[in-house]
């Protein structure tokens, strides 16, 4: 081979490459593998984050819509005379009040779809994923007391209930004296007025993974009904 060919040789692109040996293309694979496994991993965890954040966003705004819709509902609350009531001994009045529950006639907000007059019923009771705050209503007829609630309609509010409890405040005690339940007419146990709705009502609910806040709505006595029943309304929270 003369001296031209040999400077042919050595002028050619090809002739100048150096290719990678294998171990240096396993070296670069690693790390590439390694590069995608790590990207994966910060991907995963920030839709797991975004995922959690957005939950969080949306217990919380369960927990404030039911709220005010707890406000509207439990918050007009229509005095009627139990047509029921033979003798002293029997509730004067349509409006049960107990530790687990709480029963009334109301008005449903018209913004909901169903505005009139109603028979309510607040309380937990089982659903497929566990306890489940659940209210109960049907229209409202005269001269009838409260329909078998079983057949009622029913909306869930919130579900994965841990705890519930109900207590209402004696408008007649100073301080507070709040009662695990309201009965007419007044008793010994707890002195309550023989005519008289409590003040205030305080909700007090525990949901998994989530902390809420006792819920304390005050009861304030509104303008007579068409039909002659006088009106309590529940707003504010006090």
């Known amino acids: 081979m003369n001296r031209m060919d040999i400077a042919r040789r050595s002028a050619c692109p090809l002739h100048r490459m ?17 590069v995608v496994l790590a990207m994966a991993s910060a991907l995963r965890t920030m ?22 819709f707890l406000r509207s509902v439990v918050g007009r609350v229509v005095v009627k005379k139990n ?36 028979f309510f019923h607040l309380a937990v009771e089982a659903s497929p994923s566990g306890a ?7 229209i409202w007829t005269p001269n009838t007391g409260f329909p078998n609630w079983a057949a009622a309609q029913q909306l869930t509010l919130i579900e994965q209930i841990e705890s519930f409890q109900l207590q209402y405040e004696n408008p007649q005690r100073s301080p507070d004296v709040w009662s695990a339940s ?3 007419p007044a008793n010994a146990v707890n002195d309550l007025p023989a005519d008289r709705f409590p003040s205030r009502v305080q909700i007090n609910l525990g949901r998994s993974g989530q902390a809420w806040p006792p819920l304390v709505v005050v009861m304030r006595p509104l303008s007579g009904a068409a039909d002659g029943g006088e009106i309590v309304g529940i707003g504010g929270q006090g």
């Open 83 to 118: 047509p029921a009531s033979l003798n002293t001994n029997d509730a004067p009045y349509l409006f049960q009040a107990d530790p687990d529950s709480l029963t009334w006639i109301g008005v449903m907000p018209a913004r909901f779809g169903m505005g009139g007059r109603y």
């Open 132 to 138: 489940a705050l659940v209210l109960r209503y049907q």
């Open 182 to 184: 309201w009965r007419f």
């Open 18 to 34: 150096r290719g990678f040996t294998l171990v240096e293309l396993m070296v670069a694979m690693a790390l590439m593998s390694l």
């Open 47 to 68: 839709a797991q984050t975004e995922s959690r954040v957005d939950g969080r966003l949306s217990r919380m705004d369960d927990v404030e819509s039911v709220a005010v």
